[in-house]
């Protein structure tokens, strides 16, 4: 939000020229201090913004002040305005709208409100109720920049549901889901907490000071413990490949002899076999045998069921 607020609050000055600290605070609903914090933070990095102060004072920029001819290239404007499109369309932020509108305007396109920028569309919303991920999504934003506990209900992956208080510090995108590291008072360790698992989400009006921690903590690859890992080799008819492809991404996927394998390695947990099942007749595994053995069972369970 930090970032989000700087960019508005430049776009602002390149339109209007000079404001007041209060008006910037009004607008952006921030304090006026937090208002010169960023003003100090921009200067720093070459902006030519000055403060006046007195009865006709006010925060100003240089008339001769825009962005650099060529500081962003065409493409570059578009892949900018379409990442910031994907975003809002789940944060739904004033100020990250107002951005967008800027920007665009910044980069003489007229926007739209269905308009695609450029050559790239980005949805990152669900398939499911859009609008109430979205809500979700910016409940979480919001407690993780004010620092305030929030009060779960969360169904892992096995499907075990649990209730949890979590201190958020920090929302992650990852391969088009949204996650939350977050302290959790339950384990007393740090989690990260997919977001579309989180059946209900209560704001606690308790605050926190941010704990430390390194990038190095934050589980981006997941599953990093080789023994909750299998390696998995699978045979595919040509209907399967794309799912495969999907799930597994092209890499894995590779012809031999006239026909298409796949390989990877993979979390074991109880999701591991209904992926595989969804995949349908075209997906066989080859390795480990283990595998192949509780994917029979339970496609002879569903079986069962419809004779």
């Not at 208002?35 to 200067?43: A, F, G, K, L, N």
């Not at 796949?262 to 099942?277: H, M």
Request: hydrophobic fraction near 40%; glycine fraction near 6%; charge should be negative.
């Amino acid at each position: 939000m930090k970032y989000q607020i700087m960019i508005g609050i430049l776009f602002t000055l390149l339109k209007e020229r000079r404001v007041t600290a209060t008006e910037l605070a009004a607008k952006y609903e921030i304090s006026p201090r937090s208002v010169y914090r960023y003003i100090d933070e921009m200067t720093v990095a070459g902006i030519p913004i000055d403060v006046a102060r007195g009865q006709y004072g006010g925060i100003y920029i240089s008339d001769a002040y825009k962005l650099p001819r060529g500081f962003l290239t065409r493409a570059e404007y578009d892949r900018a305005i379409a990442a910031m499109n994907a975003m809002n369309s789940e944060l739904q932020d004033e100020v990250l709208r107002g951005a967008i509108e800027k920007l665009s305007s910044q980069s003489k396109q007229e926007r739209q409100d269905d308009a695609i920028m450029g050559d790239i569309l980005v949805d990152s919303g669900a398939w499911g109720s859009e609008r109430r991920f979205s809500d979700k999504l910016a409940l979480i934003e919001q407690a993780t920049e004010e620092r305030e506990a929030l009060e779960i209900d969360y169904i892992d992956r096995g499907g075990e549901h649990t209730h949890r208080v979590i201190l958020p510090h920090l929302l992650v995108y990852k391969q088009n889901i949204w996650y939350v590291f977050a302290f959790c008072r339950t384990r007393e360790a740090f989690r990260m907490f997919k977001i579309g698992r989180m059946r209900t989400i209560l704001k606690t009006g308790e605050t926190f000071e941010k704990l430390p921690f390194k990038r190095e903590d934050i589980p981006l690859s997941f599953w990093t413990d080789e023994e909750q890992c299998v390696e998995a080799r699978f045979e595919l008819t040509e209907d399967a490949v794309p799912f495969a492809e999907e799930w597994l991404g092209v890499e894995a996927v590779f012809e031999k002899d006239g026909k298409k394998y796949a390989e990877a390695t993979l979390p074991d947990d109880e999701s591991l076999v209904g992926k595989i099942l969804s995949a349908g007749a075209g997906f066989t595994v080859l390795a480990p045998a283990e595998l192949a053995e509780r994917v029979q069972a339970a496609a002879h369970a569903i079986a069962v069921k419809y004779e």
